[in-house]
């Protein structure tokens, strides 16, 4: 999920022109406890602000994403197969894909003002196919009797 926020930053950065956002330190804060929910506020509050702009209907509702944001903070990754690890690590990834796809439909609604596909990148691919395989090796191991 910081990867997302630290690209998505820069796209913001690009159509304000606002050279002050950081993408790198934007994405790195998404890790610090209590400054990761004003950065996920501040995130989607940036993509509503030019959904607005755009005359874009789509919002993404900036609390919504802060909470998500600390639900998957608080469940981060933990390596082992005991049945509350492997809940804890199922909210992780439910939590941080649903925000990262509700943040990137609202991108999405406005770049598609600009005449810009939706963005699936190559790191978007990776990473869902490291959290799908992780996934895949956590259950199986606990399946198996686990460590």
Known sequence: MPIW??????????????????????????LVPGMNAWI????FAAI???AEKAGVA????????????VIWWLTFTHY???PLF???DAIELVAGTAVVVYGQRGLNAFLSTRGVEE??????????AIAGTYALFTVV???QGGP
């Open 5 to 30: 926020f630290g690209l998505t930053w820069l796209e913001v950065r690009r159509e304000t022109g606002d050279e002050r956002m950081m993408p790198l330190g934007h994405a790195l804060a998404t």
């Open 40 to 43: 996920a506020w501040r995130h």
């Open 48 to 50: 509503n602000a030019l």
């Open 58 to 69: 789509v919002r993404a509702d900036p609390l919504s994403a802060a909470i998500g944001l």
């Open 80 to 82: 082992s197969a005991d």
């Open 86 to 88: 492997l809940l804890l």
């Open 119 to 128: 963005h699936i990148v190559q790191t978007d691919m990776m990473a869902l």
């Open 141 to 143: 191991g606990f399946l």
